[in-house]
T-cell receptor, first 108, second 113 residues
Framework: QKEVEQNSGPLSVPEGAIASLNCTYSDRGSQSFFWYRQYSGKSPELIMF????GDKEDGRFTAQLNKASQYVSLLIRDSQPSDSATYLCAVNTRGLSFGAGTTVTVRA | ETGVTQTPRHLVMGMTNKKSLKCEQHLGHNAMYWYKQSAKKPLELMFV???????ENNSVPSRFSPECPNSSHLFLHLHTLQPEDSALYLCASSQSGDANTQYFGPGTRLTVL
């Protein structure tokens, strides 16, 4: 079983819509969770981190964590063409374990 | 320079060459990491250093040799690589501790001929 799994995508959404990204993890002892965005040819950049169950909002982004279900998600509201990128879910277990990423395309 | 820098940004080498990748962080962090990103694969953690001491080696072949002379600098020495080692090599840094956010450098795009 992979440590971190993401919905495979690609995900195409119209401009202004909500993009929903999902991630599950296998290590029940994991305590910190991160969403990174990676544009093609660039390095990952941090969007959000979440440590506690529930929702965490930052601008147009909302991260949701459910440790009992070992599930973390990212919602992007009012999607913009500039949000088109690959989104990486990462779980911290002795260094970050990354999912394979979900590629999001926002259609103008 | 700010953040995490890596040099060179691009490197082409033959299988018999020896080269080194350099990473420097200007964030006052005390943990540094090497990751490998191959096409169509998740980012793979290679090495972790905390306060200059290696705390994680994720079963990386010995043709990759890390060096961390101080908390701000990290090197990855390469020798007798294989074409399948061609990838983007990313350095990251953080404050020590699993919960802390890691910040990535721009990466070195390595091609092994």
């Amino acid at each position: 079983q992979k440590e971190v799994e993401q919905n495979s995508g690609p995900l195409s959404v119209p401009e202004g819509a909500i993009a929903s990204l999902n991630c599950t993890y296998s290590d029940r002892g994991s305590q910190s969770f991160f969403w990174y965005r990676q544009y093609s040819g660039k390095s990952p950049e941090l969007i959000m981190f979440i440590y506690s169950n529930g929702d965490k909002e930052d601008g147009r982004f909302t991260a949701q964590l459910n440790k009992a279900s070992q599930y973390v998600s990212l919602l992007i509201r009012d999607s913009q063409p500039s949000d088109s990128a690959t989104y990486l879910c990462a779980v911290n277990t002795r260094g970050l374990s990354f999912g394979a990423g979900t590629t999001v395309t926002v259609r103008a | 320079e700010t953040g995490v820098t890596q040099t060179p940004r691009h490197l082409v080498m033959g299988m018999t060459n020896k080269k080194s990748l350099k990473c420097e962080q200007h964030l006052g962090h005390n943990a540094m990491y090497w990751y490998k990103q191959s096409a169509k694969k998740p980012l793979e953690l290679m090495f972790v250093y905390n306060f200059k001491e290696q705390t994680e080696n994720n079963s990386v072949p010995s043709r990759f040799s890390p060096e961390c002379p101080n908390s701000s600098h990290l090197f990855l020495h390469l020798h007798t690589l294989q074409p399948e080692d061609s990838a983007l090599y990313l350095c990251a840094s953080s404050q020590s501790g699993d919960a802390n956010t890691q910040y990535f450098g721009p990466g070195t795009r390595l091609t092994v001929l």
